[in-house]
């Protein structure tokens, strides 16, 4: 089966770079499937978790909060403002940063600006709780 390389680079590091059959991803446009030999493309990505699938292995799961996915014909680059394998997740800081989330959206709904990063910061906490899989 073919394959194609996958990179997931944030400002700090690479996080993954790997031969893989396929990624699911979430755009700002709906969710995307790519495989060997996709067209290319750009789009903006959402806060959520990406799936990669790879012959012979289960999928692995990664947490990606947000960025830009570029699809070329052998590779696909997605430049995360950052991401997480779940053995790198630190439940208990992410399910505490989901209460402070919650406990800021509920004490910013006067404040528009605050409301949306408090909004932001819930979902990024989020998506590190599914991905860690606790």
Do not use: C, W
Not at 44 to 68: M, T, Y
Not at 95 to 112: C, G, H, S, Y
């Amino acid at each position: 089966m073919s394959t194609f390389l996958l990179e997931i680079v944030t400002p700090e590091r690479k996080v993954y770079a790997e031969q893989v059959n396929m990624v699911s991803v979430k755009g700002v446009g709906g969710e995307l499937g790519i495989l060997p030999n996709h067209i290319p493309l750009v789009t903006p990505l959402k806060i959520a978790p990406i799936s990669v699938k790879k012959q012979g292995s289960k999928d692995e799961i990664i947490a990606v909060n947000g960025g830009f996915m570029e699809v070329r014909k052998d590779k696909v680059v997605i430049l995360a403002e950052s991401a997480e394998l779940p053995e790198q997740i630190d439940i208990d800081r992410a399910k505490a940063a989901k209460e402070r989330a919650e406990k800021r959206l509920v004490e910013t709904k006067q404040d528009n600006v605050d409301f949306k990063r408090a909004e932001a910061a819930l979902q990024r906490a989020l998506n590190r709780i599914s991905v860690s899989g606790k």
